[in-house]
């Protein structure tokens, strides 16, 4: 089993950024494709990045490219989402997730965090 926590979600203003992180714990991470999906009020759950293993390929929904930045230290067990001009239209619970064979948008993730909040006042 994997236990994924988020953390680094909060409040800013249009423009402004946050990094999320999420730690492992239970295995190591190295073997896994990992991504950050998110869910706004009333729509369906998003795939916004995945990564590969070894951090050498990222994919990313077109909304957020070249703003969002998915990376990781396998050393750490960890996984970053950096988020860079933000939007109100970002406001959303985001959640890590890992998967051991999917690489790619919109996958189906053996595993989930618990989701932290993200809101992006105008």
């Known amino acids: 089993q994997v236990q994924l926590v988020e953390s680094g979600g909060g409040l800013v203003q249009a423009g402004g950024s946050l990094r999320l992180s999420c730690t492992a714990s239970?295995?190591?991470?190295?073997?896994?494709?990992m991504g950050w999906f998110r869910q706004a009020p009333g729509k369906e759950r998003e795939s916004v990045a995945v990564?590969?293993?070894?951090?050498?390929?990222?994919l990313y929904v077109d909304s957020v490219k070249g703003r969002f930045t998915i990376s990781r230290d396998n050393a750490k067990n960890t996984v970053y989402l950096q988020m860079n001009s933000l939007k109100p239209e970002d406001t959303a619970v985001y959640y890590c997730?890992?998967?051991?064979?999917?690489?790619?948008?919109?996958?189906?993730?053996?595993?989930w965090g618990q989701g932290t909040q993200v809101t992006v006042s105008s």
């Open positions: 239970g295995r190591t991470l190295s073997s896994y494709v």
């Open positions: 990564i590969s293993p070894n951090g050498g390929t990222t």
């Open positions: 997730v890992a998967d051991l064979f999917e690489f790619r948008l919109g996958m189906k993730p053996d595993y």
